[in-house]
């Protein structure tokens, strides 16, 4: 790595094992950024990687956000700041965790082989006919103390959602969850199994807590304000005794470490975070790949530990 004197933006580009598949975006390459930042204890870095189609911000908008920020001889408000550009900032002030595993869920669907190291399982469902659905979720045989977690990604009406619900009722004891359920999330109220709440959360705001089915909320720090604003989801889900569940938006390994350093506030609660087998390469020797259900919290990833090939430097100051 070079030098950093106060700061420096790099991009990287990472190749992937499959694609992505995020509201029309297909890539089998990962575009995102790193921002050194040098302070008292070091050098600290911070990953900001917009997915097209998925986040609001491009890659070039958050690079010349952060470039801003970083070329200020004071510090400014970073409330303007996308949240894209806010984790990465908060990534080079967070202080890794205690050393503790964290327990994450693994990803199925019907081209993928079952890990039976998991303890639980999310599926993506809302993408073919209900019927389909029901009778592949029916089939599976998972480990027999496994969970399942859907994910329908805002794909149904009302009476689309009791359809499916009715169709898995012999799972009903295995599923925590359905995650975005609707395609319109001010009708969650009136569904009557446990849901999940993600992208709506900036939409509803305190008004998921009327939902008498909710049962988690999912935490993206680089959708929902960084990482104290999802410190602070988290402590009043904690009072609730609502799950809040930490998860990646396919971040590399930097980001995914930081992530669990997040999760480590809720280390019942089992995470989001088993995106890094996607990539066929990462930034680290060190990758964020899950063994035997679990990952490790308290990772510190310092400059010397990147690997430059992937790297291109923007900007530095």
């Known amino acids: 790595m070079?030098?950093?004197?106060?700061?420096?933006?790099?991009?990287?580009?990472?190749?992937?094992?499959?694609?992505?598949l995020a509201r029309g975006a297909n890539r089998f390459q990962r575009k995102g950024l790193l921002i050194f930042r040098r302070t008292n204890e070091g050098v600290?870095?911070?990953?900001?990687?917009?997915?097209?189609?998925?986040?609001?911000?491009?890659l070039a908008h958050v690079r010349e956000e952060l470039i801003a920020f970083c070329s200020l001889?004071?510090?400014s408000n970073r409330n303007d700041l996308s949240s894209l550009?806010?984790?990465?900032?908060e990534m080079t002030e967070q202080n890794p965790s205690p050393a503790i595993p964290i327990s994450v869920n693994g990803l199925l669907s019907p081209t993928t082989p079952i890990d039976p190291s998991f303890s639980c399982y999310k599926?993506?469902?809302?993408?073919?006919?209900?019927?389909?659905?029901?009778?592949?979720?029916?089939?599976?045989?998972?480990?027999?103390?496994?969970?399942?977690?859907?994910d329908a990604n805002r794909a149904w009406s009302v009476s689309e959602a009791l359809a499916f619900w009715k169709g898995i009722d012999l799972l009903h004891p295995k599923i925590e969850y359905i995650e975005e359920p609707l395609r319109d999330p001010t009708q969650f109220s009136t569904l009557p199994f446990p849901i999940a709440v993600d992208e709506s959360l900036p939409q509803l705001q305190e008004h998921i807590w009327d939902i008498p089915t909710l049962r988690a909320i999912i935490l993206k720090p680089t959708l929902q304000g960084g990482i104290c604003e999802s410190k602070k989801w988290m402590q009043k889900a904690s009072e609730r005794n609502i799950s809040a569940v930490v998860s990646s938006t396919f971040e590399s390994s930097i980001g995914i470490h930081a992530l669990c350093n997040l999760a480590a506030a809720q280390p019942k609660t089992t995470h989001g975070l088993g995106t890094a087998s996607w990539f066929a390469a990462d930034l680290i020797a060190h990758r964020a790949l899950p063994h035997n259900g679990f990952l490790r919290s308290g990772s510190d990833v310092q400059?010397?530990?990147?690997?430059?090939?992937?790297?291109?430097?923007d900007a530095q100051g």
């Open 44 to 58: 600290r870095i911070g990953e900001a990687a917009p997915i097209e189609g998925f986040h609001a911000y491009t």
């Open 73 to 75: 001889s004071k510090p």
């Open 85 to 89: 550009a806010r984790f990465a900032l």
């Open 303 to 313: 400059a010397s530990d990147i690997d430059t090939e992937f790297l291109q430097l």
């Open 123 to 150: 599926i993506k469902v809302g993408r073919a006919s209900l019927a389909e659905e029901i009778k592949f979720l029916l089939n599976l045989s998972l480990p027999k103390h496994a969970t399942i977690r859907l």
């Open 2 to 20: 070079a030098p950093v004197n106060r700061w420096a933006v790099y991009t990287y580009t990472l190749p992937l094992k499959r694609p992505i």
